[in-house]
C-alpha cells in the first residue's frame, strides 16, 4: 500500500511537469491564438502552476 502510494506520488509530479513544458512549447507554437488556447486550456495542472519560463518583454 506504501508503494502505491509513493508511485501515485511520483506519477502526479511527473504529471505536473510535463504539463508544464507542454504548456511552455503550446505556448510558442505557429498555431492560431484560438487553437493554442484551446489546447493550453485542456492540459491538466496548468492553472495551478507558473509558467515555466517567462516570454522576452
Do not use: C, D, Q
Not at 12 to 32: I, N, Q
Request: charged share 20%.
Amino acid at each position: 500500500m506504501i508503494l502505491v502510494a509513493i508511485v501515485a506520488e511520483l506519477l502526479e509530479e511527473y504529471t505536473v511537469l510535463l504539463a508544464r513544458v507542454l504548456e511552455h512549447l503550446f505556448h510558442e507554437a505557429p498555431f492560431p491564438r484560438r487553437i493554442r488556447f484551446l489546447i493550453l486550456r485542456s492540459l491538466p495542472f496548468v492553472s495551478s502552476t507558473p509558467p515555466l519560463l517567462r516570454a522576452p518583454a
